[in-house]
T-cell receptor, first 112, second 112 residues
Framework: ETGVTQTPRHLVMGMTNKKSLKCEQH?????MYWYKQSAKKPLELMFV???????ENNSVPSRFSPECPNSSHLFLHLHTLQPEDSALYLC???????????FGPGTRLTVL | AQSVTQLDSQVPVFEEAPVELRCNYS??????LFWYVQYPNQGLQLLLK??????LVESINGFEAEFNKSQTSFHLRKPSVHISDTAEYFC??????????FGQGTELSVKP
């Protein structure tokens, strides 16, 4: 595996479910990011982690809970989501927070 | 505060025609600019970047962008497009602390 991988690629869940998105980077980077991409809207930065520490929470609702156990892995735990949370969730990584970001393929989430 | 405006949401062109995708930014700090491309069902890939130095930057697949400080623009150009260039293109400005502020995207559609 190379680059940034995300699993699952597609996820359908009900509003009462709990699920997790996983991101793994094989680039030796120190910073990782979660973005939300909704139709007809700019990409929205959700969270930034630098050396496993959260450095940015862009006013994200608490039903989204990130976890970064080490510099290579990033999770996004989901619970009691709303239909408007349906979107493509993209993970990215960079060597440092000021470097270019490399993106994963995304998880297409549908909340019913 | 930083912001990015992509003036065209959709740009249809014929194969082998030239194309320009427009991007204007506002930034109160040092300007780092990026163009990313997103092919269907994939994540974003870095196309080119401006960090400092020459105001004209090029990608390996024939795209180029010119940083124009006086016009606060970073337009993307290609003299002759291919069918395979059909994708969505995002302009972004670095906002510090790992944040990238993205424009709303321009959908380039190349027709035979």
């Amino acid at each position: 595996e190379t680059g940034v991988t995300q699993t699952p690629r597609h996820l359908v869940m009900g509003m009462t479910n709990k699920k997790s998105l996983k991101c793994e980077q094989h680039l030796g980077h120190n910073a990782m990011y979660w973005y939300k991409q909704s139709a007809k809207k700019p990409l929205e930065l959700m969270f930034v982690y630098n050396f496993k520490e959260q450095t940015e929470n862009n006013s994200v609702p608490s039903r989204f809970s990130p976890e970064c156990p080490n510099s290579s892995h990033l999770f996004l735990h989901l619970h009691t989501l709303q239909p408007e949370d349906s979107a493509l969730y993209l993970c990215a990584s960079s060597q440092e927070v000021y470097n270019e970001q490399f993106f994963g393929p995304g998880t297409r989430l549908t909340v019913l | 505060a930083q912001s990015v405006t992509q003036l065209d949401s959709q740009v249809p062109v014929f194969e082998e025609a030239p194309v320009e995708l427009r991007c204007n930014y506002s930034s109160s700090v040092s300007v780092y600019l990026f163009w990313y491309v997103q092919y269907p069902n994939q994540g974003l890939q870095l196309l080119l970047k401006y960090l400092s130095g020459s105001t004209l930057v090029e990608s390996i697949n024939g795209f180029e962008a010119e940083f124009n400080k006086s016009q606060t623009s970073f337009h993307l150009r290609k003299p002759s497009v291919h069918i395979s260039d059909t994708a969505e293109y995002f302009c972004a400005v670095a906002a510090g602390g790992g944040k990238l502020i993205f424009g709303q995207g321009t959908e380039l559609s190349v027709k035979p």
